[in-house]
């Protein structure tokens, strides 16, 4: 029995060793990453306090040359303020001296149906040349109707005259003639046509008595179109089309119909592209509708279709 509890104390005594060892080791090995974890710390705060990589170099390099730009850009901008004030002064100045009256400007529609007269409207910047563009469009409407008398009189062969599609309003018109901006280039080019809202399968009718001259389809450019050819010279195009409903050499009658509004080839949205050719020479088509509007309706078009800078192919 002594032999035996001899033998439990000793393995007693070697289990406490151990785990006084395997204690002693754990707290020491504690120590140590602890300590480690620490300089690792404080190794990193003297790094990013007392050296910058090549990012934090350009980055603070890049904000001292922004705040000295920024400081330039803020002469430079009082400088054209200045500039600018001056320039009103003088406007005014320019204006006064001619009208002898004070600069107002005219900001609405009941001003100037107010104003008996032109020397009653104040004008100034933006107004002025808004005014000189009205002016310049009543002088070219004025100058159509004198022609198209003039034609009538002579007995002289009259162009198209109708709107290419039923029941036309002048809200329809989108941009006509002329450098427009194109949804598809991004940039301006020359719109050889008159735009016409409408939706998709609505009726385009022959605006003259005609041949048909052309039809072609295709999903490029014009899309589906069809050209007639008329007395005196005049070619008519209609084009995006979606569907077409003559033949190449058939007769067609004013009023017609040729095809229907879509969206074939180049098309922003769904329109009728309508374009009028005088021995290859390009012809605004907003002039020439007298027969579909009132006189009122006829001069809106005109301000519609040039003021819109927008062209739908």
Same mark, same amino acid.
């Given at each position: 029995?002594?032999?035996?509890?001899?033998?439990?104390?000793?393995?007693?005594?070697?289990?406490?060793?151990?785990?006084?060892?395997?204690?002693?080791?754990?707290?020491?090995?504690?120590?140590?990453?602890?300590?480690?974890?620490?300089?690792?710390?404080?190794?990193?705060?003297?790094?990013?306090?007392?050296?910058?990589?090549?990012?934090?170099?350009?980055?603070?390099?890049?904000?001292?040359?922004?705040?000295?730009?920024?400081?330039?850009?803020?002469?430079?901008?009082?400088?054209?303020?200045?500039?600018?004030?001056?320039?009103?002064?003088?406007?005014?100045?320019?204006?006064?001296?001619?009208?002898?009256?004070?600069?107002?400007?005219?900001?609405?529609?009941?001003?100037?149906?107010?104003?008996?007269?032109?020397?009653?409207?104040?004008?100034?910047?933006?107004?002025?040349?808004?005014?000189?563009?009205?002016?310049?469009?009543?002088?070219?409407?004025?100058?159509?109707?004198?022609?198209?008398?003039?034609?009538?009189?002579?007995?002289?062969?009259?162009?198209?005259?109708?709107? *290419?599609?039923?029941?036309?309003?002048?809200?329809?018109?989108?941009?006509?003639?002329?450098?427009?901006?194109? *949804?598809?280039?991004?940039?301006?080019?020359?719109?050889?046509?008159?735009?016409?809202?409408?939706?998709?399968?609505?009726?385009?009718?022959?605006?003259?008595?005609?041949?048909?001259?052309?039809?072609?389809?295709?999903?490029?450019?014009?899309?589906?179109?069809?050209?007639?050819?008329?007395?005196?010279?005049?070619?008519?195009?209609?084009?995006?089309?979606?569907?077409?409903?003559?033949?190449?050499?058939?007769?067609?009658?004013?009023?017609?119909?040729?095809?229907?509004?879509?969206?074939?080839?180049?098309?922003?949205?769904?329109?009728?592209?309508?374009?009028?050719?005088?021995?290859?020479?390009?012809?605004?088509?907003?002039?020439?509708?007298?027969?579909?509007?009132?006189?009122?309706?006829?001069?809106?078009?005109?301000?519609?279709?040039?003021?819109?800078?927008?062209?739908?192919?």
């Amino acid at each position: 029995m002594s032999r035996t509890r001899y033998i439990f104390d000793a393995a007693q005594g070697v289990f406490r060793k151990s785990v006084t060892s395997i204690s002693n080791f754990i707290f020491t090995a504690l120590k140590y990453i602890l300590a480690a974890s620490a300089l690792a710390v404080l190794w990193y705060i003297a790094f990013a306090l007392l050296l910058s990589t090549d990012l934090e170099r350009r980055l603070k390099a890049e904000n001292r040359i922004y705040a000295e730009q920024y400081e330039s850009m803020k002469e430079d901008v009082e400088l054209l303020e200045a500039v600018v004030e001056g320039l009103e002064l003088r406007d005014g100045e320019i204006y006064e001296g001619i009208f002898r009256n004070s600069v107002k400007t005219v900001a609405r529609k009941e001003d100037l149906s107010d104003a008996e007269n032109i020397s009653d409207i104040q004008v100034s910047g933006f107004t002025d040349r808004k005014l000189e563009s009205a002016l310049e469009g009543a002088a070219r409407v004025d100058a159509a109707f004198r022609r198209f008398f003039e034609a009538v009189d002579s007995g002289a062969v009259l162009p198209p005259l109708s709107a *290419p599609v039923e029941d036309f309003s002048v809200k329809r018109a989108g941009a006509s003639v002329g450098m427009r901006y194109s *949804p598809f280039l991004g940039t301006e080019a020359m719109h050889g046509g008159l735009d016409i809202i409408g939706t998709s399968g609505a009726a385009v009718v022959a605006a003259a008595d005609g041949t048909v001259l052309e039809v072609s389809r295709s999903l490029k450019g014009k899309g589906n179109a069809v050209i007639l050819g008329h007395e005196g010279g005049y070619v008519t195009r209609y084009a995006h089309l979606g569907s077409i409903s003559v033949r190449t050499g058939s007769r067609v009658r004013r009023g017609e119909q040729i095809g229907t509004i879509g969206m074939s080839g180049v098309s922003y949205a769904p329109h009728l592209h309508y374009e009028i050719l005088r021995d290859s020479l390009v012809l605004d088509p907003a002039l020439y509708m007298p027969a579909s509007l009132s006189p009122e309706e006829y001069v809106e078009l005109q301000t519609l279709a040039r003021g819109s800078g927008q062209s739908l192919d």
